[in-house]
């Protein structure tokens, strides 16, 4: 295992950045193509549904007709690794297939911990931080990708994801400074509506800030699950939790904001949807260390604090190695809005691997 996070540069239409994910990594393409007919296999009981199918069928008129740069980018994935286009959308799909199961077939590996935190006054930026708790088979397929589009008008993205999956697949930053990340809430409240990867790299894509990414998401339908945490280069920082039929829930945060895997909205906690798996029951415990740490904090915590902090493993720590039934931590991120760049981990941020990316790649240590 190399020291960094291994980076590709996209450039042009969604079609071709997404076929560019093969070509620039045909070594890797067995195992992607691994990843999605085994996380299919494993969602084969709940796609015998025909309700199932039938949500999935809308999901990808609607991704079609609402999000055609999505659609195209994961066309351009399904092409450049040689799966149909339907399975590969079936496999993003998958943690809202497995919650609309009754009763889910297994235990969710999915998790993370997230939070965003104001550097100091209005337009000194934010830091927004996530330890990506994930399928360890996608350790090996984590890249750094830097995106950039014509169609864009000089926007670009910066975006740590796997390979197979579309833009923003677990968090990202665009040029005028705004960050997305996002973290798994199993919950029974879906439906037709945005999936949060796609709405996660159209936020990017569209927005410039909190502001207005708030905006965007209030503005659209929603297929349920999961919370985004955001933040600016004028410092504004919110948290998001998602439900289809429930509003979306947000909190313009004062100071900072966090987020691990329950629901913390009132309206959205009558479905929440805890499966009894490691990841649910320290989702409390974790959020609760985090909300501490910041708390207990007189100004916002540096890099190296942040390092620390999302490095923690006592109790419901946050830094999670990998164990039977349990997810592990495959990276953080601390996103400096201020600054444009990314610090990321090459595996668990005890491990102390770190490496720096702006806009135009790698940065020196």
């Given at each position: 295992?190399?020291?960094?996070?291994?980076?590709?540069?996209?450039?042009?239409?969604?079609?071709?950045?997404?076929?560019?994910?093969?070509?620039?990594?045909?070594?890797?393409?067995?195992?992607?193509?691994?990843?999605?007919?085994?996380?299919l296999a494993s969602l084969a009981p709940a796609l015998a549904r025909p309700a199932t199918q039938a949500w999935l069928?809308?999901?990808?008129?609607?991704?079609?007709?609402?999000?055609?740069?999505?659609?195209?980018?994961?066309a351009g994935i399904a092409e450049g690794f040689d799966i149909a286009h339907d399975a590969l959308l079936t496999y993003?799909?998958?943690?809202?297939?497995?919650?609309?199961?009754?009763?889910?077939?297994?235990?969710?590996?999915?998790?993370?911990?997230?939070?965003?935190?104001?550097?100091?006054?209005?337009?000194?930026?934010?830091?927004?931080?996530?330890?990506?708790?994930?399928?360890?088979?996608?350790?090996?397929?984590?890249?750094?990708?830097?995106?950039?589009?014509?169609?864009?008008?000089?926007?670009?993205?910066?975006?740590?994801?796997?390979?197979?999956?579309?833009?923003?697949?677990?968090?990202?930053?665009?040029?005028?400074?705004?960050?997305?990340?996002?973290?798994?809430?199993?919950?029974?409240?879906?439906?037709?509506?945005?999936?949060?990867?796609?709405?996660?790299?159209?936020l990017l894509r569209e927005c410039a800030d909190v502001p207005a990414a708030l905006a965007f998401i209030e503005s659209?339908?929603?297929?349920?699950?999961?919370?985004?945490?955001?933040?600016?280069?004028?410092?504004?920082?919110?948290?998001?939790?998602?439900?289809?039929?429930?509003?979306?829930?947000?909190?313009?945060?004062?100071?900072?904001?966090?987020?691990?895997?329950?629901?913390?909205?009132?309206?959205?906690?009558?479905?929440?949807?805890?499966?009894?798996?490691?990841?649910?029951?320290?989702?409390?415990?974790?959020?609760?260390?985090?909300?501490?740490?910041?708390?207990?904090?007189?100004?916002?915590?540096?890099?190296?604090?942040?390092?620390?902090?999302?490095?923690?493993?006592?109790?419901?720590?946050?830094?999670?190695?990998?164990?039977?039934?349990?997810?592990?931590?495959?990276?953080?991120?601390?996103?400096?809005?201020?600054?444009?760049?990314?610090?990321?981990?090459?595996?668990?941020?005890?491990?102390?691997?770190?490496?720096?990316?702006?806009?135009?790649?790698?940065?020196?240590?």
């Amino acid at each position: 295992m190399t020291d960094s996070v291994p980076w590709m540069r996209l450039q042009g239409s969604a079609l071709a950045r997404g076929q560019q994910q093969a070509a620039r990594q045909p070594g890797l393409a067995p195992q992607v193509r691994q990843a999605v007919n085994d996380r299919l296999a494993s969602l084969a009981p709940a796609l015998a549904r025909p309700a199932t199918q039938a949500w999935l069928r809308a999901q990808s008129e609607l991704l079609q007709n609402q999000d055609p740069q999505g659609f195209d980018e994961s066309a351009g994935i399904a092409e450049g690794f040689d799966i149909a286009h339907d399975a590969l959308l079936t496999y993003l799909h998958g943690n809202v297939v497995v919650d609309m199961a009754a009763p889910p077939p297994q235990p969710e590996a999915d998790g993370c911990t997230a939070w965003a935190q104001a550097l100091g006054q209005p337009g000194e930026g934010a830091r927004v931080v996530k330890n990506r708790d994930y399928r360890g088979e996608h350790g090996r397929l984590q890249h750094v990708f830097l995106h950039h589009d014509p169609a864009w008008g000089g926007r670009r993205l910066l975006c740590l994801g796997s390979l197979g999956s579309p833009g923003a697949f677990s968090s990202g930053m665009n040029s005028d400074g705004l960050v997305v990340v996002d973290t798994q809430i199993s919950t029974r409240d879906h439906g037709r509506g945005w999936l949060r990867y796609f709405l996660m790299t159209a936020l990017l894509r569209e927005c410039a800030d909190v502001p207005a990414a708030l905006a965007f998401i209030e503005s659209v339908s929603h297929a349920g699950g999961g919370s985004l945490v955001l933040g600016d280069h004028q410092g504004r920082i919110a948290s998001v939790e998602l439900g289809h039929r429930q509003r979306p829930a947000i909190v313009r945060g004062q100071g900072w904001v966090a987020h691990t895997n329950h629901c913390l909205d009132a309206a959205h906690v009558p479905g929440y949807l805890s499966n009894g798996d490691d990841l649910a029951e320290s989702s409390t415990g974790r959020l609760a260390l985090i909300e501490g740490a910041l708390a207990a904090q007189p100004g916002a915590l540096s890099t190296e604090q942040a390092q620390a902090l999302m490095s923690r493993h006592e109790a419901s720590g946050v830094c999670r190695h990998p164990e039977p039934g349990r997810a592990g931590t495959l990276s953080c991120v601390i996103y400096n809005t201020q600054r444009r760049e990314l610090t990321v981990s090459h595996g668990p941020p005890c491990e102390g691997r770190w490496s720096r990316f702006g806009l135009d790649g790698p940065l020196r240590a």
